[in-house]
């Protein structure tokens, strides 16, 4: 799912303008843009900024490729352990959705945990996804 880089977690308004100047307006784009270390490095110096930081936002692009992980999702998945489509397709999904439930029960970052085949069509998702990110 495509997604406006505006609702990637953590990006500021100053990126997302940096980032249009680019052509880059989308999750997409951005995934391509930054797949590889080479890329984020020369990304990270056209945004004046770093380049951790623009794998963290990769990551969540990436991970934003699994249809039905929304924002609050992608959050709960990350606290969990899981922030790429790669980590996404190696786990179980009963040990995730366990997992899921404990960090919501403790953090309480969404309103419900998401069901167990929901977290079983994410991991079926992930692991059909071809690997875009290069680390």
Known sequence: MTIPVKELKGITDEVVAKLKEQGITNSEQFLKAAATPKQRKELSVKLNTSTSFI??????????RVTGIGRVFSDLLEVAGVDTVKEMSKRDPKNLHAKLTEVNAQQKLASRVPTPAQVEDWVKQAKALPVVLEY
Request: glycine share 0%; no cysteine; aromatic share 0%.
């Open 55 to 64: 794998l963290e936002l990769a990551n969540r692009a990436d991970l934003n």
